[in-house]
């Protein structure tokens, strides 16, 4: 998954973006709403982090904004403005969810796939397909009944895969959900990748369509 955090403070924004990316998410950190409103306009995020207590444009207003013209992206909230006046209004604003600060960094990663659920429309926290099963909550994987081990980016895309099955996923979109910014990104990562799953699952696991990149095979 691919997240825009939106914070103003170095040592919260720094902390928060090692964090998720040490539980396998890709985030881009921007401190302002006018940096995040170009980030959102030239890439796709998954969701946004969004502080309320930004200099300048506040996060509430930049949010309003953001609803107003019908972009749908999910937001989380993160604040140290927390009463519950400021709750409602962030909610009743377009928020998704609403997370006051100081907090616990699992509980961010557990309302992030919350928010991401509810908006795939799916309410079982396990991805299935076939004798396939991820859970995004323990990074644990099962084929067949039996626990194999992925790597970090083998699990974000074959996670990618399997949040869209039937879709066909370029190399471009699965490396937008592999790398973050500042990330090195080589001309064969995609690939090389496809290449350690389908010897974990099988070469019929993850088809390729000549052209225009991949998606899930097998049985569904």
């Known amino acids: ?30 401190q302002v709403a006018e940096e995040a409103e170009l980030a959102l306009a030239n890439e796709v995020y998954d969701l946004l982090l969004l502080d309320l207590g930004l200099p300048g444009k506040s996060g509430l207003e930049y949010l309003r904004e953001l609803r107003q013209r019908n972009d749908t992206v999910p937001v989380v909230i993160l604040t140290a403005l927390d009463a519950v006046a400021e709750r409602i209004a ?7 969810d609403y997370l006051g600060k100081p907090f616990d960094l699992d509980e961010l990663t557990a309302r992030i796939r919350a928010v991401l659920r ?23 994987t099962f084929w067949q009944g039996e626990a194999i081990v992925l790597s970090g980016r083998e699990f974000r895309l074959l996670e990618a895969l399997l949040e869209r099955p039937g879709a066909v996923l370029s190399r471009s979109q699965l490396e937008e959900r592999l790398y973050g910014w500042g990330d090195e990104v ?5 690939e090389v990748y496809v290449h350690k799953l389908r010897k974990k699952l099988g070469p019929d696991m993850i088809r390729t369509v000549r052209g225009v990149g991949y998606l899930l095979g097998g049985e569904s």
Do not use: C, Y
Not at 90 to 96: R, S
Not at 186 to 190: I, L
């Open 90 to 96: 962030g909610l009743d604003a377009g928020a998704d």
């Open 118 to 140: 509810r908006r795939q429309g799916r309410a079982a926290p396990l991805l299935v397909h076939g004798a396939l099963r991820l859970n995004p909550a323990t990074h644990e």
């Open 1 to 30: 998954m691919r997240l825009l955090l939106v914070e103003d403070d170095p040592i919260i924004g720094d902390g928060i973006r090692r964090g998720l990316r040490q539980d396998g998410f890709a985030v881009d950190w921007v």
């Open 186 to 190: 080589e001309s064969n990562t995609v």
